[in-house]
């Protein structure tokens, strides 16, 4: 599989860009909010947008090099870009959609190739529909089979999910798993949600105001965020400011307005002024009552504030009691299913953090 | 009724609208894809037959190709031609005038396709002038259809410029447009009724049968 390599810098109107990273594996996510240069940097990949500098490779070939002054022009990159509109030609047919792609086939091999895709991408029956009489998942399916077609080493998808609703998501989730694996093409997904990159990327690269803010393996960049930014993409929703007060045998002690916090590792000095981030989900509930608790965890003793409803899972605000009596709030993502009876605003429970999913992140002190 | 001034007048304007499709349409794009240093120059210069009165932009044309002009001396004496007085003269007066109407509305069509398509197509390894045919043209073509249709029918009543350079002579240059004047000038009310009404359906059959197209082929 050939590997991408890119360094950009571009300046579009105000917004500067300058993002480098090289693929691993074979699915890479890069991660932001809106207007953090996600597109552009595909979009730079691409070849429809041309950098001011860096250099852009595909395995061996070299597809932009400001100091060689080498641009390769779109239609010779062979890199496949489904846009986030999809971008179906209006005026062909779901069967001239993908045969446009495969421009110079032979007759009988690009028949072929159409009724190949169409088996694998199962959009038999639409083959004479044109893009505005078919539903959205299935325009977003002849998109990734237009640009798969050709065969290209890599394909570049701009929030490919972002206009599904979630069963039509979580088909093609497998879908484009299944197909990765059968075509063999390397994959770089722009997403602003964090749960699409972490179903499909094995490496993601978190960009904030057009720069990357960090970049590693998956499970890597979600157990060890790099600052408080980084965090808040993906998904911290605790950050909370708080002071070291202790240093000992790899445990740092955190005091938060009045609630004190362990937290697995050294480092940080006492009386350092700290951002404390807790994934909702890290945090477990347990009643009140249940005091068997064992191990290197946190446990709080918290009010439930407010709880809402989304799906299978719960969120719950959560007052921990600090020493004046209320202290922070404290948000946590429980499943439906198993959970403690009882889980009403008011209730008294004990909120379980791992010493390790509680990062730490000294802040820089305002003068 | 003589229908020589209606053949010369179909003769002038189908010349002219080849003419400013050749021309215009490359213009359109430009204008609609391209951004280039001189572009707010050109989209002005576009505007300006437009709103000029037609006879004095008769009269720079007559300035531009009349044979003491250099243009007109060259054409003279390489090729012993003239555009003045000749019915070349009247396509030149229709094109200058007719043009500008394609080229705004040629923009317009080209600049509602969303370039997404295009570079869709770009990334499906295809060349420029392939995605014009397959892309560009079949999304904008109903659009670049009205404005052949507005500049044949500007051609087919061109008037001020036509008979500032080309003249009014019958037979040769004078145009429907001009014959209806003429006849209205001599006080030959008859002539100038029939020929204006000769006039007006000819022009509304070639809208109906361009609109016609546009629709592909059902009425």
């Given at each position: 599989m050939a590997?991408?390599?890119?360094?950009i810098q571009?300046?579009?109107?105000?917004f500067?860009l300058?993002?480098?990273f090289?693929m691993?594996?074979d699915t890479t996510a890069?991660?932001?909010?809106s207007?953090?240069?996600?597109?552009?940097t595909?979009?730079a990949?691409?070849?429809l947008?041309?950098?001011?500098g860096?250099?852009?490779t595909?395995?061996?070939?070299?597809?932009?090099?400001?100091?060689?002054r080498?641009?390769?022009?779109t239609?010779?990159r062979k890199?496949?870009?489904?846009?986030?509109?999809?971008?179906l030609?209006?005026?062909?047919t779901v069967?001239?959609?993908?045969?446009y792609a495969?421009h110079?086939w032979?007759?009988e091999?690009?028949?072929l190739r159409?009724?190949?895709?169409v088996?694998?991408?199962d959009?038999s029956g639409?083959?004479s529909?044109l893009p505005?009489?078919?539903s959205g998942?299935q325009?977003q399916?002849?998109a990734?089979?237009?640009?798969?077609?050709?065969g290209?080493?890599l394909i570049?998808?701009?929030?490919p999910?972002?206009?599904?609703?979630a069963?039509?998501r979580?088909?093609?989730?497998?879908?484009l798993?299944?197909?990765?694996a059968?075509?063999g093409?390397?994959?770089?997904?722009?997403?602003?949600d964090v749960s699409?990159?972490y179903?499909?990327?094995?490496?993601l690269?978190?960009?904030?105001?057009g720069?990357?803010?960090?970049?590693?393996?998956?499970?890597?960049?979600?157990?060890?965020?790099?600052?408080?930014e980084?965090?808040?993409?993906?998904g911290?929703?605790n950050?909370l400011?708080?002071?070291?007060?202790?240093?000992d045998?790899?445990t740092?002690t955190?005091d938060?307005?009045?609630v004190?916090?362990?937290?697995?590792?050294?480092?940080?000095s006492?009386?350092t002024?700290v951002?404390c981030?807790?994934?909702?989900?890290?945090?477990?509930?347990?009643?009140?009552e249940?005091?068997?608790?064992q191990?290197?965890a946190?446990v709080?003793?918290?009010t439930?504030a407010?709880?809402t409803?989304r799906?299978?899972?719960?969120?719950v605000a959560l007052?921990m009691?600090?020493?004046?009596?209320?202290?922070?709030?404290?948000h946590?993502?429980v499943?439906?299913?198993?959970?403690?009876?009882?889980l009403?605003?008011?209730?008294?429970?004990?909120?379980?953090?791992?010493?390790?999913?509680?990062h730490?992140w000294?802040?820089?002190?305002?003068? | 009724m003589?229908?020589?001034a209606?053949?010369?007048?179909l003769?002038?304007?189908?010349?002219s609208t080849?003419?400013?499709?050749?021309?215009?349409?490359p213009?359109?794009?430009l204008?609609a894809?391209?951004?280039f240093?001189?572009?707010?120059v050109?989209s002005a210069?576009?505007?300006?037959?437009?709103l000029?009165?037609?006879s004095?932009?008769?009269?720079?044309?007559?300035?531009l190709?009349?044979?003491?002009s250099?243009?007109?001396?060259?054409?003279?004496s390489?090729?012993g031609?003239?555009?003045v007085?000749?019915w070349s003269?009247a396509?030149?007066?229709?094109?200058?005038a007719?043009t500008?109407?394609?080229?705004?509305?040629?923009?317009a069509g080209f600049?509602?396709?969303?370039p997404?398509?295009?570079?869709?197509?770009?990334?499906?390894g295809?060349?420029?002038?392939?995605?014009?045919?397959?892309?560009t043209?079949p999304?904008a073509?109903?659009?670049l259809?009205?404005g052949?249709?507005?500049a044949?029918?500007?051609?087919m009543g061109?008037f001020?410029?036509t008979l500032?350079?080309a003249?009014?002579?019958?037979g040769r240059?004078?145009t429907m447009s001009?014959?209806?004047y003429?006849a209205?000038q001599?006080n030959?009310?008859n002539?100038?009724?029939v020929?204006a009404?000769?006039l007006?359906?000819?022009?509304l059959g070639l809208?109906?049968?361009?609109g016609?197209?546009?629709?592909?082929?059902?009425w």
């Open positions: 590997r991408l390599s890119t360094s571009a300046q579009i109107g105000k500067q300058d993002v480098a090289e691993q594996g890069i991660l932001g909010a207007g953090a240069g996600k597109t552009l595909l979009r990949i691409a070849g947008l041309h950098p001011t860096g250099r852009i595909l395995g061996d070939r070299v597809m932009f090099d400001s100091t060689l080498l641009s390769i022009p239609r010779e890199i496949g870009y489904v846009f986030q509109d999809y971008a030609f209006p005026h062909l069967a001239k959609n993908l045969a495969l110079g032979d007759k091999q690009r028949a159409i009724q190949e895709l088996d694998l991408l959009l639409l083959e529909r505005g009489e078919i998942g325009q399916r002849v990734l089979g237009r640009a798969l077609a050709p290209p080493d570049l998808l701009d929030e999910f972002s206009a599904l609703d069963p039509a979580a088909l093609l989730t497998e879908q798993q299944a197909l990765q059968r075509l093409f390397a994959m770089v997904l722009v997403t602003h699409e990159a179903a499909l990327a094995s490496q690269v978190m960009l904030s105001e720069r990357v803010i960090q970049q590693g393996p998956r499970e890597d960049v979600f157990h060890t965020p790099a600052s408080a980084a965090a808040r993409l993906l911290f929703r950050l400011p708080g002071r070291v007060v202790g240093n045998g790899g740092t955190v938060i307005q009045g004190r916090v362990y937290s697995a590792g050294s480092g940080l006492t009386g002024l951002l981030g807790v994934h909702p989900q890290s945090i477990g509930l347990v009643p009140h249940d005091a068997a608790l191990g290197q946190n709080l003793p918290v439930v407010q709880r409803n799906g299978v899972q719960s969120d007052a009691d600090g020493h004046d009596g209320k202290g922070p709030l404290l946590a993502t499943h439906q299913f198993g959970l403690p009876a009882g009403v605003p008011g209730a008294h429970y004990k909120a379980v953090i791992p010493q390790q999913a509680v730490l000294p802040v820089r002190e305002e003068r | 003589d229908i020589t209606l053949r010369l007048s003769q002038i304007a189908s010349v080849v003419l400013a499709i050749i021309i215009g349409v213009v359109a794009l204008l894809r391209v951004r240093r001189g572009r707010a050109i210069l576009v505007l300006v037959p437009m000029l009165p037609p004095v932009m008769g009269f720079y044309l007559l300035q190709v009349g044979r003491q250099i243009v007109g001396s060259a054409l003279e390489v090729f031609f003239s555009l007085f000749h003269g396509v030149l007066a229709a094109f200058v007719s500008p109407f394609l080229i705004r509305t040629a923009q600049e509602s396709v969303d997404r398509y295009e570079e869709a197509a770009r990334t499906l295809r060349s420029e002038l392939a995605i014009f045919w397959t892309v043209m999304l073509w109903k659009t259809l009205a052949v249709a507005l044949l029918a500007r051609a061109e001020g410029a500032m350079v003249g009014n002579i019958p240059t004078q001009i014959a209806i003429d209205v001599a030959r009310l002539d100038a009724h020929l009404i000769a007006t359906l000819v022009t809208l109906v049968g361009v016609t197209l546009a629709r592909g082929g059902k």
